[in-house]
């Protein structure tokens, strides 16, 4: 049976790790859009190992476009996911690809980025999200619902991410020059019965050579005291070409919202 992603999970992930900044506030003096013309993309290979098992999700995210609405400018950011397990030496695919087409404030690409990602509810105007080859689904109320699930989880953030000096990094898509950032925070939430506490450090390598700036991130967790550790970098990318892969007239879902407290 192909197992399908958890809605607001995988929105949360596509956001998160589409920026690649997941949850930090402090400052970054980075000007992403700099690096990040309309057209191009990007695409990270993150390694993942928990409990001796190894895990690999691929991640190309792509700049669509500018949209204006109600006296601001938004910019239409698109992130595929592609999950693998590893058996073997093998990677094997996990279910379908999913597409999460999002209408971000203009400010996340200017060097907000991760003063905004904490405040998830000023996060994203509109999603469209499609599993494989299903109908996409369309949320309107995309920051209502982000916000609310947020709430209703009890999720509190801290995070402290500050510059570390600067170092070349070498990846299979060449080699960069790089800010290197190091961070450190905790999350708690409430999922089910049980509360979940992460404990992390993180350290950010950004370059102004590539689009959205990311070169590589490496993570060292403790979720309730079991040891996660993740390392994502650049495997390619390009300033233009960048096309949606949402396919078919989305459907609209009903607002989430309230369903989640906001």
Known sequence: MTRRPNLSLTLLAALCL?????????PVDFDFAASTPVGSWQERET???????????VFRVKYLGDEERNGQ????VETEIRGFKVKKGERKPLGDPTFVKM???KSLLEGDVVNSIGNFSDLATEIIMQTGDAQPMRLGDAGGMLGGMAQAIGLQMT???DRDGDETVSTPAGDFGCARYRG???ATMNLVIKQVKVESTTTHWLSDEVPFGIVKLVSDSLV?????HSEA??????RSGATSMIRGEPQEMPSLGNMFGG
């Open 18 to 26: 589409g920026t690649g900044l997941a949850a930090a506030a402090g």
């Open 47 to 57: 390694v993942s190992t928990v409990d001796g098992k190894e895990a690999v999700s």
């Open 73 to 76: 400018t938004y910019a239409w």
């Open 103 to 105: 209408l971000l404030k």
């Open 159 to 161: 995070y402290q991410l």
């Open 184 to 186: 450190r925070g905790t």
């Open 224 to 228: 309730n005291g079991k040891a996660e």
């Open 233 to 238: 970098t650049v495997t390619a990318f390009g």
